[in-house]
């Protein structure tokens, strides 16, 4: 099956801890995303990569990490930095890679973080 | 600032009748708009596309248009049933193929 897997689905950090959330996909897309959702919010871009071995902020990167290294792989750290870490995490992908195209985003599970 | 508005208030239909979503979006020129669909616990799933020189797409039951003098789309689905509840989601181009979301309308279809 081709899709985009996250992992895990529940994830319980003492506060201070550095915690890095898998997501990994099987559709050979360029592009991969990583955003943030909170209760009664719509989604919010933390970072996001076009190609492998690139990368760029979105728009509340503050207090996290990202790696691309291989084309199916983008992990999340979300650092003790970050101030109100509990949410849920949403990873995407799309094809990206064509100017002008406007590809759909494939949307991973999810995995749902508390931070004690 | 980019802004994207839906309805924050739940949406109460009836099984058969047609549902209609708002989204309205200020400061703002998309090359494209897309609509998705989230349930409870879960990542959206994409359901549409439109883009800025189309007035109007439909895949079964949906329908969206797109006016962009109006700076607004509007998302149908006709026939509804209890299984569409759930939460639809607007969504804007921004570079690098990322999206802004807007905050969602809740669809609640009763038998």
């Known amino acids: 099956d081709g899709g985009i897997t996250q992992s895990p689905k529940y994830l319980f950090r003492k506060e201070g801890q550095n915690v890095t959330l898998s997501c990994e996909q099987n559709?050979?897309?360029?592009?991969m995303y990583w955003y943030r959702q909170d209760p009664g919010q719509g989604l919010r871009l933390i970072y996001y990569?076009?190609?492998?071995?690139?990368?760029q902020k979105g728009d509340i990167a503050e207090g996290y990490s990202v790696s691309r290294e291989k084309k199916e792989s983008f992990p999340l750290t979300v650092t003790s930095a970050q101030k109100n870490p509990t949410a849920f995490y949403l990873c995407?992908?799309?094809?990206?890679?064509?100017?002008?195209?406007?590809?759909?985003?494939?949307f991973g599970p999810g995995t749902r973080l508390t931070v004690l | 600032s980019q802004k994207i508005e839906q309805n924050s208030e739940a949406l109460n239909i009836q099984e058969g009748k047609t549902a209609t979503l708002t989204c309205n979006y200020t400061?703002?020129?998309?090359?494209?708009l897309q609509w998705y669909r989230q349930d409870p616990g879960r990542g959206p799933v994409f359901l549409l596309l439109?883009?800025?020189?189309?007035k109007e797409k439909r895949k079964e039951r949906l329908k969206v248009t797109f006016d962009t003098t109006l700076k607004q789309s509007l998302f149908h689905i006709t026939a509804s049933q209890p299984a569409d509840s759930a939460t639809y989601l607007c969504?804007?181009?921004?570079?690098?193929?990322?999206?802004?979301f807007g905050k969602g309308t809740s669809l609640l279809v009763t038998p």
């Open positions: 995407a992908s799309s094809i990206g890679g064509v100017p002008g195209s406007y590809n759909e985003q494939f």
């Open positions: 559709l050979n897309h360029d592009a």
């Open positions: 990569s076009q190609i492998v071995n690139d990368f």
């Open positions: 400061n703002y020129s998309p090359a494209y």
């Open positions: 439109i883009r800025e020189n189309e």
């Open positions: 969504a804007l181009d921004r570079s690098g193929y990322a999206l802004n």
